[in-house]
T-cell receptor, first 114, second 112 residues
Framework: KQEVTQIPAALSVPEGENLVLNCSFTDSAIYNLQWFRQDPGKGLTSLLLIQSSQREQTSGRLNASLDKSSGRSTLYIAASQPGDSATYLCAVTPPTDSWGKLQFGAGTQVVVTP | DGGITQSPKYLFRKEGQNVTLSCEQNLNHDAMYWYRQDPGQGLRLIYYSQIVNDFQKGDIAEGYSVSREKKESFPLTVTSAQKNPTAFYLC???????????FGPGTRLLVL
C-alpha cells in the first residue's frame, strides 16, 4: 500500500529565506505527483503537477522536483513571504487504472515571520 | 465564474441523524470526489464518481452514501452508521481521472 510522508510536520522561517519542503512515497509506480496549498479552514489549491516522466516543474517562485526511483519530491519556494504561510500537501496518483485515488501526505505547516 | 461550491460551511448533526452535504461544480468536469480531513492528517478518499449514475467506494466509505444524478452535483450523506463524523469534508472535481483536482471550500461537520 502506498504511503506518503511529509517531514517536518511544521516549519518556521524568517521572511526572505528559501523554503524546502519534502515529500516521500513508498511505491515508485506513480502516474503523477501534485503539490497543494491549504489555508486554515479552506479548501486546497493546486500549485504544481509533475507527471511521472518529468523531473521538475516550475511556476513563478515555486519549483518542484521528482525523483521516482528514490520516492522523493521536493518543493522549493524562493524568497519566502508572509503570504506563503499555509499548509502544503503533496499527493501521488497511482497508475492509470486507479481513477482519482490520490494518496495524500499529512502536510507541512509553514509559518513565514516578517 | 467557474468553480466548486459546497454548502453549508458548518453543519451540526444530532445523534442518530442523517445529514447531507452539497457539492456543485460548473467546470464541466466528468469526475467528482469526496474527501475527509481530520486534524493533523492528510485527506482520505470517501467516494468518487467518473460519470453520471456511477460512483465507486474510496478508502473510508463505511457510514457514507452518495448519488450522481447530474454531472454538476455530487451530494454526500453522512448516515447514523458513521460513528465518528466530526471532520472537515472536501469535494473536488477533475476533467479526467488523472488530471489536476480542483477543490471546494469545504464543510465542517460537528456533532451535537
Amino acid at each position: 500500500k502506498q504511503e506518503v510522508t511529509q517531514i517536518p510536520a511544521a516549519l518556521s522561517v524568517p521572511e526572505g529565506e528559501n523554503l524546502v519542503l519534502n515529500c516521500s512515497f513508498t511505491d515508485s509506480a506513480i502516474y503523477n505527483l501534485q503539490w497543494f496549498r491549504q489555508d486554515p479552514g479552506k479548501g486546497l489549491t493546486s500549485l504544481l503537477l509533475i507527471q511521472s516522466s518529468q523531473r521538475e516543474q516550475t511556476s513563478g517562485r515555486l519549483n518542484a522536483s521528482l525523483d521516482k526511483s528514490s520516492g522523493r519530491s521536493t518543493l522549493y519556494i524562493a524568497a519566502s513571504q508572509p503570504g506563503d504561510s499555509a499548509t502544503y500537501l503533496c499527493a501521488v496518483t497511482p497508475p492509470t487504472d486507479s481513477w482519482g485515488k490520490l494518496q495524500f501526505g499529512a502536510g507541512t505547516q509553514v509559518v513565514v515571520t516578517p | 465564474d467557474g468553480g466548486i461550491t459546497q454548502s453549508p460551511k458548518y453543519l451540526f448533526r444530532k445523534e442518530g441523524q442523517n445529514v447531507t452535504l452539497s457539492c456543485e461544480q460548473n467546470l464541466n468536469h466528468d469526475a467528482m470526489y469526496w474527501y475527509r480531513q481530520d486534524p493533523g492528517q492528510g485527506l482520505r478518499l470517501i467516494y468518487y464518481s467518473q460519470i453520471v449514475n456511477d460512483f465507486q467506494k474510496g478508502d473510508i466509505a463505511e457510514g457514507y452514501s452518495v448519488s450522481r444524478e447530474k454531472k454538476e452535483s455530487f451530494p454526500l450523506t453522512v448516515t447514523s452508521a458513521q460513528k465518528n463524523p466530526t471532520a472537515f469534508y472536501l469535494c473536488a472535481s477533475s476533467g479526467r481521472g488523472q488530471e489536476t483536482q480542483y477543490f471546494g471550500p469545504g464543510t465542517r461537520l460537528l456533532v451535537l
